[in-house]
C-alpha cells in the first residue's frame, strides 16, 4: 500500500554531514506521521527524530538534538533528515518509516558510516 524508499547514505569523516532523503510511493495521501530511526550494530532500533503531517518536528532523540534536522514536503512526499557535526556514534543503518491507517511501514534503510 505504501512503500519507502531511502537515499542519501555514505561514508564521512567525523565532523562531516550528510543529507538523508525518503520517498514515498504508493497510497502516499493515507499517510499521517513520518520518521527517522536508526539501528547500529548490536542494539536495538531508536527513533532519532519524527515529523506530523503539518510538518511539525517532534521527539529528536537526546544525541541528535542541535545536530540533526527533519524536514516534509508533502506535495513530494519526501521527508529529509540533515545530519551535521556527525560522530562516529551516529554509525547506523537509518530508516525511514510511515504510519498509514493504524499500519507502520519501513524503507530498506541506508547506511550511514562515520570515520574518526
Known amino acids: 500500500q505504501v512503500q519507502l524508499a531511502e537515499s542519501g547514505g555514505g561514508s564521512v569523516q567525523a565532523g562531516g554531514s550528510l543529507r538523508l532523503s525518503c520517498l514515498a510511493s504508493?497510497?502516499?495521501?493515507?499517510?499521517?506521521?513520518m520518521a527517522w530511526y536508526r539501528q547500529a550494530p548490536g542494539k536495538e532500533r531508536e527513533l532519532v527524530a519524527r515529523?506530523?503531517?503539518?510538518?511539525?518536528?517532534?521527539d529528536y532523540a537526546d544525541s541528535v538534538k542541535g545536530r540533526f534536522t527533519i524536514s516534509r514536503d508533502n506535495d513530494k512526499n519526501m521527508v529529509d533528515l540533515q545530519l551535521d557535526s556527525l560522530r562516529p556514534e551516529d554509525t547506523a543503518v537509518y530508516y525511514c518509516?510511515?504510519?498509514?491507517?493504524?499500519?507502520?511501514?519501513w524503507g530498506q534503510g541506508t547506511q550511514v558510516t562515520v570515520s574518526a
Open positions: 518509516s510511515a504510519s498509514s491507517s493504524g499500519l507502520h511501514y
Open positions: 504508493g497510497k502516499t495521501w493515507t499517510i499521517g506521521g
Open positions: 515529523i506530523t503531517r503539518g510538518k511539525i518536528p517532534r
